[in-house]
């Protein structure tokens, strides 16, 4: 089975709240942005260390600097 799947099956089986939520909506689905690996790591930290719009922003800027 995939990953998701099998990950489904077992929050299914310890939870009987999350056995119903997955019957209605169906297995969760995981969305991924196409970012490198190392915007992905500052973007990581930046959210850890600061609220989602500054790290967002302080992303975007050190991204911008890295290209220019």
Same mark, same amino acid.
Not at 10 to 17: F, S, V, Y
């Given at each position: 089975t995939e990953p998701m $799947?099998? +990950?489904a099956q077992?929050? #299914? =089986? #310890?939870?009987? %709240?999350l056995a119903d939520a &997955? =019957? %209605?909506l169906g297995r969760p689905r995981i969305v991924t942005d196409?970012? $490198?690996l190392y915007e992905s790591l500052v973007r =990581? &930290? #930046?959210h850890q260390q600061l609220n989602g719009t500054a790290a967002r922003? =302080? +992303?975007d800027k050190a991204k911008k600097a890295k290209k220019g």
């Open positions: $799947s099998a +990950a077992h929050l #299914a =089986a #310890a939870c009987p %709240r &997955i =019957a %209605r196409k970012q $490198s =990581a &930290i #930046a922003n =302080a +992303a």
